[in-house]
């Protein structure tokens, strides 16, 4: 059976790609009934899936050593090239809006097709190529940098995950001490990483103003494929955060605060929920593969096989390594039909969260590329694919005891509230971002400013401890979204929702609730975001009264748990 590392690499040849593109152009153009179109959008998703393979597997094994010459090589060579590809692709989109069998086509492939099509040509353009290749260089300077992080600490050598685990150590003065080291990281570079960020601000401006828009926002927003919602009803969706949501989160960690035994809660203390120790998985990798095996087989048919495959198929990368990327993620190798799913394990409970959230994008990718005709639908818009991840960490509740025994009901507490008050500091980060683009003049310092009075509207009772870089507003930093995916965070509050009716629905009818999620799954990228809401019978998020209604049934089941009795 062939695995991961079988999977065969070589660079795309940039000639013969202008060749084959611009052959599928002119055959577009040139198609004379509507199945001479299908077939030439056939041989298109055939070339995109080759094109699509070699690119991820490039960027998959370069994340995985960010030292590794070869595929240093490689990502660069696509931070060059995939802006060119980019650009070549944009004379088919035109040809295929152009096709007078428009609607024979979408009767075949949806009408989303043409949706995403007029999407490239809204936000790309041949002048862009120069700025996107500059955009994709110090992207990979960031992650370079952020995968450098070396601290000695409590006798080994850690990164920053590796440091994430001792801010859930019983000692206080240990979590302190793991905050301060962690910060320190972002002190030591705090120069360098203002300089990339301040030039990747300007960058995006600049390519909105080559595409004729005032400010980078509106061509973030078509980079991000929103098509049904705007930068103000996401502004409406931030205002119901604070309205509902932030207070609970204040007294949820009122309740940590008494729990723990502390007068004040700081930033160090936030991961610790427990005296008696936070839930932590009770094995090792090879042990958490296991649990999750076995629970995947349990939870479904479905979700078995596609469980099984990625184990069969070597597809889980997840222990911490020296010049690994930080932070975990899930993508797709298109020819091999393979999700591929990517962490860094610290022995804490986010470990069970990788098997769980990460496994929900990759179940969605598995579903999706085995029911749809296109490669562009097996995933969807971001906000549409953080509630495929997010519901799987709620559905798969029933198992967590394979992963941490008598220590359950302390990770299902934990989990849930972790989920909730995580949607403040999600839509501050959001916040944030409109702020800094629509004010791309702004010196590093007035950006980190910016931050501080965000949080106090957001974070309102967070504490650093008189950490003097975290209390000017230096927390930005360590969030990588902000650096390599503008507009890329509000997504996950978005989901939040509609992960919560799930788990609200899973409590009333969880078979019906699964059938609704595993249609979602299936439909991947095929319709726009509220249209996939309404597939799943799903609530949009921006209406008056969405959001109170959507914690509900959180809040109920944090409000009936007696958290302190869920510690010795």
Request: charged fraction near 25%.
């Amino acid at each position: 059976m062939q695995k991961f590392s079988d999977y065969k690499y070589e660079r795309p040849d940039l000639d013969a790609v202008r060749e084959t593109v611009s052959a599928l152009t002119d055959a577009m153009h040139n198609a004379r009934t509507p199945d001479e179109a299908a077939a030439v959008i056939e041989r298109n998703a055939a070339f995109t899936k080759r094109l699509a393979t070699l690119a991820t597997l490039a960027e998959i094994r370069f994340t995985l050593n960010t030292e590794d010459s070869f595929y240093k090589a490689e990502k660069e060579f696509f931070d060059e090239a995939s802006p060119v590809i980019d650009s070549l692709s944009l004379a088919y989109s035109k040809a295929l809006l152009a096709s007078p069998f428009r609607t024979q086509l979408a009767q075949t492939y949806g009408q989303q097709m043409f949706i995403n099509a007029e999407l490239s040509v809204k936000r790309m353009s041949p002048a862009l190529v120069p700025f996107m290749q500059e955009e994709n260089r110090l992207c990979s300077e960031y992650q370079a940098l952020a995968a450098s992080c070396k601290v000695e600490f409590n006798g080994e050598i850690c990164n920053n995950y590796g440091l994430l685990k001792y801010m859930e150590s019983p000692d206080r003065a240990v979590r302190k001490a793991a905050f301060e080291a962690w910060a320190g990281f972002f002190i030591e570079n705090e120069a360098k990483l203002d300089e990339i960020y301040d030039k990747l601000v300007h960058l995006r401006h600049e390519m909105a103003k080559a595409m004729g828009y005032k400010t980078f926002t509106p061509l973030g927003y078509l980079n991000m494929g929103r098509t049904d919602y705007d930068a103000e009803d996401v502004a409406r969706f931030r205002a119901q955060v604070v309205e509902h949501i932030v207070p609970a989160c204040v007294e949820l960690r009122r309740r940590q605060a008494k729990r723990i035994g502390v007068d004040k809660l700081h930033y160090y203390d936030e991961s610790y929920s427990f005296t008696d120790g936070n839930a932590v998985p009770q094995g090792d990798r090879d042990f958490m593969v296991a649990c999750a095996q076995k629970m995947y087989r349990a939870l479904s048919t479905e979700t078995g096989e596609f469980f099984d495959f990625m184990v069969d198929h070597a597809l889980l990368e997840l222990e911490t390594k020296p010049n690994k990327a930080v932070g975990g993620y899930c993508t797709f190798i298109p020819e091999y039909d393979s999700p591929f799913i990517f962490s860094n394990f610290n022995g804490t409970s986010a470990d069970a969260g990788v098997l769980t959230h990460e496994a929900g994008h990759a179940f969605e990718a598995f579903c999706a590329s085995r029911h749809q005709k296109i490669p562009e639908y097996y995933f969807s818009t971001s906000e549409a694919n953080e509630i495929h991840s997010m519901s799987m960490e709620f559905f798969t509740y029933p198992w967590m005891d394979l992963f941490f025994g008598a220590q359950t009901a302390k990770y299902k507490f934990s989990h849930m509230a972790d989920a909730l008050t995580f949607i403040p500091y999600g839509v501050c980060v959001d916040e944030f971002q409109h702020i800094v683009y629509e004010n791309p003049n702004m010196t590093p310092a007035e950006r980190t400013a910016v931050w501080k009075a965000l949080e106090k509207k957001y974070l309102p009772d967070r504490s650093y401890d008189g950490n003097a870089f975290m209390e000017k507003g230096g927390f930005w930093m360590q969030k990588l979204h902000i650096f390599l995916s503008p507009f890329y965070y509000i997504d996950y509050t978005l989901a939040s929702m509609g992960t919560f009716e799930f788990y609200g629905r899973m409590l009333e009818n969880r078979e019906e609730a699964w059938a609704d999620y595993y249609r979602l799954c299936c439909a991947g990228g095929s319709m726009p975001y509220l249209a996939l809401l309404k597939l799943a019978r799903l609530s949009n998020p921006f209406e008056p009264g969405s959001v109170a209604r959507a914690i509900k049934p959180i809040l109920k089941t944090l409000a009936e748990t007696d958290d302190l009795a869920l510690q010795n």
